[in-house]
């Protein structure tokens, strides 16, 4: 498997050699989205909760009497029936919403994300993105003059420089190889990894 590498202006100036059971796998579209649910549901804290109608701050006294109203019968103003009553299966907040990935199928997910990015002409590699002083500026014109507007650059060491630069991009995202995530590999329409990344993830995933 060849991959492209592009220089400061966005031009293909060669290739570079990597791993196919990397870069060439087949695409698994149901392996991918249990990979991006399952990431995202993980990612959830579970915090929201409900009332039931022993905790909302309503009477315990009946309403009317039982009988010779002619209105239907109540018990207590709390009564899931009514208006500002509680909620009948009230949403705990010690909910669990983890889902299991095995470690094989996440190296699988990545690795056919990777793939799929290649074959739509989304990945590019590059050498390096280092940067001097931690400027906004300077960094946002390297990734103009790569063509690009919405852009992830995944690198294999994540100097204070390069992430101080682009922590005030809202298009960009820089990340570590070991925080290179399924959601934002397919969020990004384009995807930037170094020289090095290239084969830290051939170490990690292939």
Known sequence: ????????NGQTKSTIA???????????????????TAFQANARQGT????????????????????GTGRARAGMASSPLWRGGGKIFPASPEENFTHKINRKMYRAGICTILSQLVREDRLAVVD???????KTKVLAGKIKGMGYDRVLIITDNLDDNLYLSSRN???????EVTEAD??????????VLTVGAVKKLEEVLA
């Open 1 to 8: 498997m060849e991959l492209k590498l592009i220089d400061d």
């Open 18 to 36: 990597a791993s196919d059971a990397l870069f060439g796998r087949e695409y698994n579209e149901p392996l991918v989205h249990q990979l991006v």
């Open 48 to 67: 929201r909760a409900q009332k039931g109608r022993s905790e909302v701050a309503k009477s315990t006294r009946k309403p009317w009497r039982q009988k």
């Open 128 to 134: 390096q993105i280092a940067l001097d002083s931690p």
């Open 169 to 175: 991009l809202p298009n960009a995202l820089v990340l």
């Open 182 to 191: 399924p959601v934002s590999l397919i969020r990004f329409p384009k995807v």
